[in-house]
């Protein structure tokens, strides 16, 4: 099992910057990539950016530029850094772990999810 505890979600204003921090616990051997995902209201989950163990990267073409995922291992602790937010940004962002079964199927981990507001 692997728990994940988000933070750092909040108010910020279009243009402003946000760091949100997620700290992974458990049976951290089998990840193989974290990463966040976001869901508004009345809009399905979706993919924000997740860092495999290689580090490489995924990001959301909606993202791409202005969003930034990393990761510290020592702490086991995934952060991603929000800048030049949107209004559009605005939804419960959640940390996510996954576990790779094959090349077809995966297992995730969530987090409890965090808010963020993106309005002057």
């Known amino acids: 099992q692997v728990q994940l505890v988000e933070s750092g979600g909040g108010l910020v204003q279009p243009g402003g910057s946000l760091r949100l921090s997620c700290v992974a616990s458990g049976s951290l051997f089998s990840i193989d990539a974290m990463g966040w995902y976001r869901q508004a209201p009345g809009k399905e989950r979706e993919l924000v950016a997740r860092?495999?163990?290689?580090?490489?990267?995924n990001y959301a073409d909606s993202v791409k530029g202005r969003f930034t995922i990393s990761r510290d291992n020592a702490k086991n602790t995934v952060y991603l850094e929000m800048n030049m937010v949107k209004p559009e940004d605005t939804a419960v962002y959640y940390c996510n772990a996954r576990h790779y079964i094959s090349d077809y199927h995966a297992y995730d981990y969530w987090g409890q999810g965090t808010q963020v507001t993106v309005s002057s």
């Open positions: 860092m495999h163990n290689d580090g490489s990267t």
